[in-house]
């Protein structure tokens, strides 16, 4: 259909013929002429009129031009596949190469545009439109992105980034397209897919206010209030007591298969082969083939994801000494390759918690809104685009391992970590001895792994003065862990984890990975600061030679 009188002089026969055969158009495609879309430059689309009043304002406010697609008048929705054509033969140098260079997202990777594809359209029209008349240099949506990541960077204040916005319009000639506040420059961002859900939580990790409990004021758990108490002990009304921010990674995989290349990548473990038949990706797991083997319509598909999830606590205050404790939860993809798999732009964050205090076993409740979502990727989720085949397809994706260090282990998995018990293979039989005057607890029973014939089983005074001849236990399989958890046996299990709401969780022979930085960083450290003498990290002390003289080990070593 002729579009060419969008762009034609209103008082022209042109534009009038034109508009009379939009509505036409609109009026036999959606078969109504009162409930239209206005597409006038200011309504965009956002309200519904009859025909009369929207040829008025067509008239009047002339006709949105970056809408070129007619989607929501009947007209087919192609901006999609035209959009990822255009990036590949762009090579990535095109349209928002500005915004994958300041914000990290990869081309073509602006939100969820199939469900929404006006969406797309105000991207396209923010994209094309100048700063201000006569700009070169910069479009709206480039100097918005950028004024963006200066405030991000710098930790500019809501208000003081209004008050920047309203200084840029006036500095710069009448005309200009700079949003007047931080809430216009937001709608426009969001289209990018930047947009979270903001939560209230109870201020002890008992609920989210989400569901059931939207509306509730007070907690019904603890009976505290929803809203922040003042220093005068007054309730703020409306001001939340906690907050956790938590963004949506459904739209975001959603919006890595719109990506030529992305999309391309995220197939890459299916073209690989293990030439040495070493594992040298998550792919030759035990994990991934049992669920290729267990759910075979889940593992033929190769662009169905497979995921890891991290988490751990972290001083936002940048003090040391602020014992302030922020949480944030990151989800990593497999399929991706080794090399980009680890790149700041597909390590996705999904939820942020808040402090002063870290949530410990209660972070279950906070993983609610993740987990659900996660059972809605598992089921499937239908429509997604891929833009390397071309093809709309159903996409699943299934959680493989956590992995973080020994005290989140404890608080994700629900397993008792410090004490007697706190080993999560030996459980009950851990092999654990008090320090007399250490003060701590040891586990002095590690050489049960080593093979049966290794040296240091036989030698007694580099150890604890005894041989070892114990064999190693076998680990406990997930429906196990289960049955234990639901039939009251918590001896070594301090909760059941909100994991196991997840139908394959049970079956997963690795359900829970420890972070190698962490275990390597604090052995270096132990033997390093004994070695050097080093003061605060020195191991080797006065109540440490003592603990060896009760315990009948390295007696010349004994203090004086």
Known sequence: MDKSWMHSD??????????????????????TTTHIRCPCVKCVNLKLFGVGIIRDHVYFNGIYQSYKNWTFHGEPWEATTNASRNVEEDDGHGRYSFVSEEIDMDDNDFGDFDSDPYEFANVIGDGDQPVYPGCRKYTKLSALVKLYNLKAK??????????????????????????????????????????????????????LYRKEYEDSTNCPTCGISRW??????????????KVVWYFPPIPRFKRMFQSHETAKSLTWHAARKSIDGQMSHPADSP??????????????????????????????????????????????????PPWLRMKRKFMMLTLLISGPKQPGNDIDVYLEPLIDDLKSLWDEIRGVYDAHNGEYFTLRAA????????????????????????CPICGDDTPSHRLKNGHKICYIGHRKWLPINHPYRRQ?????????????????????????????????????????????????????????????????????????????????????????????????????
């Not at 920047?164 to 897919?193: F, R, V």
């Not at 007054?234 to 001001?239: F, M, S």
Request: charged letters at 25%; one cysteine or more.
């Open 460 to 560: 007694r005074a580099a150890f604890n003065g005894k041989p070892e001849y114990g064999i190693p236990p076998e680990p406990l399989t997930g429906e196990e862990v289960l049955h234990m958890v639901e039939n009251g046996d918590r001896v070594c299990w301090k909760k059941k984890s909100i994991f196991f709401d997840l139908e394959y969780w049970k079956y997963l022979p690795v359900r829970h990975a420890l972070d190698v930085m962490h275990i390597e960083k604090n052995v270096c450290d132990s033997i390093i600061g004994t070695l050097l003498e080093i003061p605060g990290k020195n191991k080797d002390g006065i109540a440490a030679r003592l603990d060896l003289l009760n315990m009948g080990v390295k007696t010349d070593l004994q203090p004086e």
């Open 228 to 241: 922040k108490e003042g220093k005068d002990s007054i309730l703020k009304e409306g001001v939340p007591a």
């Open 10 to 31: 209103r008082r022209s026969k042109a534009y009038e013929f034109g508009v009379e055969a939009f509505l036409n158009f609109a009026v036999e495609n959606l078969l």
């Open 287 to 336: 994990s991934w083939k049992l669920l290729d083997d267990k759910w075979p319509e889940f593992g033929n598909e190769p662009r169905n994801l497979r995921l890891a999830l991290s988490s751990d606590g972290f001083n936002s205050q940048s003090s040391l000494s602020s014992r302030y404790s922020c949480w944030p939860v990151i989800l990593v993809t497999y399929n991706l």
């Open 399 to 422: 959680l493989m391992w956590t992995i973080n260090d020994f005290p989140a282990y404890g608080n994700l998995s629900g397993c008792v970590v410090k004490g007697y018990k706190a």
């Open 154 to 207: 710098h930790g500019m204040s809501d208000v003081c980034f209004t008050e920047l916005l309203i200084l840029q319009g006036d500095l710069l000639p009448e005309g200009n397209t700079i949003p007047t506040s931080m809430y216009e420059a937001k709608k426009t961002l969001c289209a990018l897919g930047l947009s979270y859900e903001k939560m209230h939580a109870c201020p002890n990790d008992c609920i």
